[in-house]
């Protein structure tokens, strides 16, 4: 409420009803002025007005202090008379703490979302600065763009001095929302489908995917983009900005699925209850707003767990997806094995059942999925692949789902500024499946053997956080995403 309140005295100037010979053009000046344009406002009647100051909240301080003669003059200004149409003013970011009282909901959601923690979470934080250190700041508005656009938007990034520890990436309170509200309401349209290629028109114009809508506080417009995948894929395609090699590309994974043929989207899954598929929920856009057959979530669901607060009812909820949502996303089978005196092969099949894109996805040289496999014969121990170490860490024996980069020294890394060459890219496609030959030595094993296979994920490899001083920054939890057992 401490950002409201500025809003609400502006709207106000409430110490007496205004004087009754008050020209139209001073009445809006004095109570609407401060927040809105009359091209805003054009063809609002007083029952309009009326009724957003008896339902928006911000709009509260007004009631009382506009009678009906007052409103007849207001719209008789806002009535399609040539000085009421103006061109829109420069718009300036708000915090999202503006939007909750008209979208509560949406803005609680969002406050636990990976996309609100896009710029000033811990280990994102460290990556951003040990990149800006080693290419000499030239990185920074390349990765600012998609995690704090406003900061880029607003000239804040990139930072005037390089950035040498923790703290010193501090931006200004809107700019460190990340991904928000009218930074995302506020695109138009896309010049390319990666690294940040989205286009922004920032005016007081709020664009998305419902038709007819309306706001006392703002402009709105029905875009269509925002029903499309195109949206996400600005972001989330990302290419090297120097050598050009593809490090994260998650839009076109999902464009190259069944999922895109079939008109499957990305808001079906991580906007919706049904995280795997489109669930309908009907509800109200706004405070007050008219009853919709379907109103997106704004959890932004991922394998985001990590990011998730126990604190509030929205991040227990976040929580409570993200797990199921990494647990709808595979399933593993133990086919029939080859069993001989000397050996067990034993088929362990990875299906991607879930994801509309690979398995991991994202930054997958950062991410770790892997495949735990043991097995036992008569409670001997035959073999433990995938196992973690005292610290953490996976052997070398583990079979394990991700895309590996190199740097100019010809080092596996997790510094992607710094790749020079592209290997293995070894994960499970969309609706697709992988299947793994474990071998298992039997030495005279006669009896019946048991295997247990476990798919586990991370969103940070341990070696990885240490590239860049980031092990113990954060605990990172290892998510058992589907189990498989046999007999044999």
């Known amino acids: 409420m401490r950002r409201i309140l500025p809003l609400a005295l502006a709207l106000c100037a409430c110490k007496a009803r205004p004087d009754a010979g008050a020209s139209a053009a001073d009445l809006f000046a004095s109570r609407c002025g401060e927040c809105h344009t009359r091209a805003e406002l054009k063809d609002r009647t007083a029952s309009d007005i009326r009724h957003a100051i008896d339902e928006i909240p911000p709009m509260a301080p007004l009631k009382g202090t506009l009678g009906d003669a007052e409103l007849a003059k207001i719209e008789g200004l806002l009535g399609g008379k040539p000085e009421a149409r103006q061109a829109e003013p420069a718009y300036h970011y708000q915090r999202a703490d503006m939007c909750r009282p008209c979208h ?19 280990v994102y934080d460290r990556y951003f600065i040990q990149a800006s250190r080693e290419t000499k700041q030239k990185i920074e508005t390349f990765c600012a763009g998609c995690h704090t656009p406003i900061g880029v938007h607003r000239g804040e990034i990139p930072f005037q001095t390089a950035p040498k520890r923790p703290g010193d990436t501090t ?55 925002f029903r499309s995948a195109e949206l996400c894929g600005t972001c989330h395609n990302v290419s090297h900005p120097g050598c050009g090699i593809v490090l994260e590309s998650t839009y076109t994974e999902w464009k190259e699925s069944p999922y895109a043929r079939e008109g499957v989207v990305c808001q079906d899954c991580h906007m919706t209850a049904g995280l795997t598929r489109r669930v309908v929920r009907p509800g109200r856009a706004a405070h007050g707003g008219p009853p919709r057959r379907h109103i997106s979530d704004h959890f932004f669901v991922g394998p985001n767990v ?15 997806r993200s797990l199921e949502l990494l647990r709808r996303a595979a399933r593993l089978t133990i086919e029939t094995p080859e069993r ?31 495949l735990e496999v043991k097995v036992t014969a008569s409670g001997k121990r035959l073999l433990h692949s995938g196992g973690l170490d005292a610290r953490g860490d996976l052997g070398p024996e583990a079979i394990v789902y991700r895309t590996e980069v ?21 994960r499970v496609p969309a609706r697709g499946s992988v299947v793994e030959r474990v071998e298992v030595p039997l030495q005279g094993v006669t009896g019946p053997v048991v295997v247990q296979a476990s798919l586990r994920y991370r969103s ?21 995403m589907a189990t498989a057992q046999r007999t044999m």
């Open 104 to 122: 509560q909901r949406q803005v609680a959601q969002w406050k636990d979302s990976l996309h609100a923690k896009a710029h000033g979470e811990a």
């Open 171 to 225: 931006v200004s309170e809107v700019a460190a929302e990340g991904v928000k509200c009218d930074f995302c309401h506020t695109i138009t349209g896309y010049d390319q489908i990666q690294n940040g290629g989205y286009r922004l028109t920032p005016v007081r114009v709020m664009r998305g995917p419902l038709r007819g809508a309306s706001s006392p506080f703002h402009g709105t417009e029905y875009l269509p983009l």
């Open 306 to 320: 990590l990011f998730a607060s126990n604190e509030t009812e929205e991040g227990r909820e976040l929580r409570r």
């Open 340 to 370: 001989s005196a000397e050996r067990l092969v034993v088929p362990i099949r990875v299906a991607n059942v879930g994801a509309g894109h690979g398995l991991p996805t994202g930054v997958t040289e950062i991410r770790e999925m892997w």
């Open 406 to 426: 190199f740097d100019a020294k010809g080092k596996m890394t997790t510094r992607f500024w710094a790749t020079a060459r592209k290997g293995r890219d070894h």
């Open 460 to 480: 940070a490899a341990p070696w990885g956080l240490d590239e860049v001083g980031a092990r113990g920054v954060v605990d990172v939890p290892v998510i058992t």
